[in-house]
């Protein structure tokens, strides 16, 4: 582990997906956690300490991509909390891509109530799961003040589909572990339905890859446990007027 530097900005706990690297070595992570002046990146791609990134942050459906030119500051091996990660500095921002930072910054530092409950399509086969999941989203609501997210269980593809035909949803949280069902034909079902809604797709493997999947842009990929309270505040923080 390359020693951490001491942080100056503050930051918010928040869940974005980050790409970067070349056509031929792709590689499609997530942030932890968001500053003015940086982010903590989970990969298992290994980087240096020193290295230079061209990131693409966002958060498919709800964030339009924001790139930046980054530094690889720090390295932190994977430990029983979490995996491995790198915090990185931000090193060359346009106009634009400053000013969308800022705004994600301000709402998760003084976020607005939310006016009505958020729906989301939950795929969880796991009955253990699904209650530890609604018990989660629960708490933050109880901690945060906020209205609770409705969390739409379904536990196999039809479910899923008539879900999405019948309520306005906001997000499409699929599990792809254990289901009876081809991962792809999930995806291609989902899309026919709602072109743009945020689609994250929960997986133990590393590699999506497993699955038989390749994620798109238009889609995210995370790796079990899955922080629903993080994920939660990123909802509200994106959907802020």
Partial sequence: MVERKKRVDARYDLI??????????????????LSSGGLRLFTDHPLKVGEHLDLNISFPGMLA????????????????DAGPSAGVAFTGLDAQARA??????????EPSPLAA????????KNPVLREAYAREVHNWAE?????RFELVHVDDLAACVAALDQKTVALAIVDVDDVTFAPRALYDEVRKRA?????????????????????REDSMYLKK???????????KVLTQP
Wanted: no cysteine; charged share 20%; glycine share 6%.
């Fill in 16 to 33: 974005l997906k980050v790409s970067f690297g070349s056509v031929a070595q792709f590689h499609s992570d997530y942030l932890g956690n």
């Fill in 65 to 80: 991509p924001i790139n930046v030119e980054a530094e690889v500051r720090w390295l932190h091996a994977a430990d029983d």
């Fill in 100 to 109: 969308t930072i800022d705004q994600i910054i301000a709402a998760a530092r």
């Fill in 117 to 124: 409950p958020i729906a989301i399509v939950f795929l969880e």
């Fill in 143 to 147: 901690l945060e003040g906020q209205p």
């Fill in 195 to 215: 072109a743009r809604l945020p689609l994250v797709i929960l997986g133990s493997d590393d590699d999506p890859a497993a699955y038989g999947l390749s994620i």
């Fill in 225 to 235: 446990p899955l922080a629903f309270g993080r994920l939660m505040r990123t909802m």
